[in-house]
């Protein structure tokens, strides 16, 4: 995966083609591709609510959640093979469940 470009890299990329440049001539300029120009042109929208999408913000919010969730579901499985293997081990306490 390529590396990201800084952050005040793209907003600057997208100042000058809201201020009127067009997106071909900026892209040239700063030795980016076009389609790469018109992502972060949308994303700028979706930010600004002209679109509707994910914005970055919340994007970012959701990014934590699923590693969270991962995490927590890693916890459980491994809680889960403890709970196997103690129970194989150990007798059940009363000697028998009926």
């Known amino acids: 995966m390529p590396k990201p470009y800084p952050a005040k890299f793209r907003t600057r990329a997208v100042a000058l083609v809201r201020a009127g440049m ?6 040239a300029d700063l030795g980016i591709s076009g389609s790469c120009l018109q992502n972060w ?15 970055r913000s ?6 934590r ?8 579901e890693r916890e ?12 194989q081990v150990a007798p059940h306490p009363k000697g028998s469940t009926r």
């Open 22 to 27: 067009p997106a071909t001539t900026v892209a």
């Open 58 to 63: 919340e994007s970012a919010e959701l990014r």
């Open 76 to 87: 459980v499985e491994i809680l889960r093979v403890a709970s196997n293997l103690l129970g």
């Open 41 to 55: 042109l949308r994303q700028d929208r979706i930010d600004r609510g002209e679109i509707e999408g994910v914005p």
């Open 65 to 72: 959640a699923r590693a969270r969730i991962r995490e927590l």
